[in-house]
């Protein structure tokens, strides 16, 4: 079973449009990271979220933390070709919580 | 500021064969970790380390080991390639757990 799960997988939208991907999970978490990644590259970190119900925003990103802490959306306002890439979502986990586990996250193509 | 720095970009080896990818970071991160990245399975935690001389398994260890023997290197070792193990790799850091971990480019490994 993921601990982590994203939807859509897959994403494609014109340039403009608006769009809303989610990562949820049965469990309960004390953060929640957003990553994204272009194509041959490392993941690059967008946001941590920490309280329930918390709302972050950058730029024409905004993020939001489930109010039990157990899932969170990422939602892009007017989506530009820039924002093309995999958005993932990660928590840490496991004895310790040490270690970071990723959801398989939503490739967002944006066409101009 | 070189970061994460991962050797080689790319590599081909013949099943069997071993060699040693090699990760260093230069900003005196405590935790470090390794990932294979599949089509359609998202990033997979192989190894992590949270500090010099400890290291522990994730979620898909078999076949590979690692040692750290010094807080700015963290080498994964694969004993006796498989193709399973054709994938890219990720090497990351961090300062902390729960705080931002920070990822190198990648090295694509094919096995033959």
């Known amino acids: 079973t993921q601990l982590l799960e994203q939807s859509p997988q897959f994403l494609s939208i014109q340039e403009g449009e608006n769009l809303t991907v989610y990562c949820n999970s049965s469990s309960v978490f004390s953060s929640l990271q957003w990553y994204r990644q272009e194509p041959g590259e490392g993941p690059v970190l967008l946001v941590t979220?920490?309280?329930?119900?918390e709302v972050k925003k950058l730029k024409r990103l905004t993020f939001q933390f489930g109010d039990a802490r157990k899932d969170s959306s990422l939602h892009i306002t007017a989506a530009q070709p820039g924002d093309t890439g995999l958005y993932l979502c990660?928590?840490?986990?496991?004895?310790?919580?040490?270690?970071?586990?990723f959801g398989k996250g939503t490739k967002l193509s944006v066409i101009p | 500021n070189a970061g994460v720095t991962q050797t080689p970009k790319f590599q081909v080896l013949k099943t069997g064969q071993s060699m040693t990818l090699q990760c260093a970071q230069d900003m005196n991160h405590e935790y470090m970790s390794w990932y294979r990245q599949d089509p359609g399975m998202g990033l997979r935690l192989i190894h992590y380390?949270?500090?010099?001389?400890?290291?522990d398994q994730g979620e898909v260890p078999n076949g590979y080991n690692v040692s750290r023997s010094t807080t700015e290197d963290f080498p994964l070792r694969l004993l006796s390639a498989a193709p399973s193990q054709t994938s890219v790799y990720f090497c990351a850091s961090s300062y902390l757990k729960n705080t931002e971990a920070f990822f190198g480019q990648g090295t694509r490994l094919t096995v033959v």
């Open positions: 990660a928590v840490f986990s496991g004895a310790g919580s040490y270690q970071l586990t």
């Open positions: 979220v920490v309280t329930g119900g």
């Open positions: 380390s949270v500090g010099a001389g400890i290291t």
